[in-house]
């Protein structure tokens, strides 16, 4: 039996949010539910507090993301449940490990050098010591840039304290990353589903209103507006990669850490070659340009090729990766 996750209501959207953001950036265990019944998968949908009772059923299924409200439930469960289910459990042991904490996925990104350099500090002493003019600081927690901030101005550097206070995680912002602004066009969105490797680029802007509305200039704004913004290139411009922008070398270290983790999902997000994230959470990587359609590339005796894909077939097969990942639909 399955036991499915039910995401937590935090990942809800607001009234107004338009259709086709529903249908990339919803709930995820009602997608694996529909493909648990046509395949008569035995499933129980559970929640949260079903986790203080005995664990039951061969296979866990959840969603185990970056908001707050989900992530003090979710680290308080996932041991026990770990305990349980081993590796027919996703997120395993090693994906959540390292989910969502910066200075982990730092420190493993350095043996394949893939990391950004960073100064790393662990209380306020330390920040204010090495912050300098420049300097991009993230705390080591936090979804969607929300807390980050950049110093582009002399007077930035009197004012620390206050773009601290304004992060959600104000109080448990340390340890955090100090890393020189890298004046780049695009930030690249990598993502490897089992062997095929999907990417888009992403603009970046050059502006911004406040220091912790860095990089996006998103401010306080839900984040399903936030995604329905990006995506629909009212605000970024996102664009498909072409072939001759990868580098085999690198794809195959992606592929590498994706084995490592042991995972069938994994989104990198990239700055001039160099990995500033990595997650194994999905559904908010392709970009909406042009109509439903994504490019995938796909690595054949080190030759890169291009396949156009549809939008359902790419979220089709993001989902059945994680059941065949875990042997429970091949």
Request: a negative charge.
């Amino acid at each position: 039996m399955v036991i499915l996750h039910r995401d937590h209501e935090v990942y809800d959207f607001i009234e107004d949010t338009p259709i086709i953001s529903k249908k990339l950036f919803g709930f995820y265990y009602p997608r694996f539910e529909k493909i648990l019944k046509s395949n008569n998968i035995p499933y129980i949908i559970t929640d949260y507090e079903d986790y203080d009772d005995d664990l039951v059923g061969d296979y866990f299924v959840g969603r185990f993301a970056q908001a707050h409200p989900d992530v003090e439930l979710h680290s308080k469960y996932f041991d026990k449940l770990y305990d349980y289910y081993g590796e027919k459990m996703w997120p395993n042991k090693k994906a959540y490990y390292y989910y969502d904490n910066k200075i982990r996925q730092y420190e493993f990104l350095e043996k394949y050098g893939l990391h950004v350099p960073s100064v790393i500090c662990n209380n306020l002493d330390e920040l204010l010591k090495n912050v300098t003019l420049g300097t991009v600081i993230k705390s080591t927690y936090g979804a969607g840039s929300d807390s980050t901030f950049y110093v582009w101005k002399k007077e930035h550097l009197d004012n620390i304290e206050e773009y601290i206070s304004n992060c959600y995680n104000s109080e448990n912002f340390f340890p955090c990353q100090i890393q020189e602004y890298i004046d780049v066009e695009y930030e690249y969105k990598m993502v490897i589903i089992n062997a095929e490797v999907y990417g888009f680029k992403q603009k970046l802007l050059k502006k911004w209103g406040h220091p912790n509305n860095f990089p996006f200039n998103y401010g306080g704004e839900h984040w399903t507006t936030r995604v329905t913004k990006e995506k629909s290139g009212n605000q970024l411009h996102t664009i498909s990669l072409t072939p001759d922008e990868f580098n085999s070398e690198l794809l195959e270290s992606m592929m590498d850490i994706q084995k490592e983790l042991n995972t069938p999902n994994l989104k990198f997000d990239m700055i001039n070659g160099k990995v500033v994230e990595f997650s194994y959470i999905y559904n908010e990587i392709m970009p909406y340009v042009g109509g439903p359609m994504y490019f995938s590339y796909n690595i054949h005796l080190n030759i890169i090729e291009e396949k156009r894909k549809p939008l359902a077939y790419f979220q089709y097969e993001q989902i059945n990766s994680v059941l065949k990942h875990l042997g429970i639909i091949k």
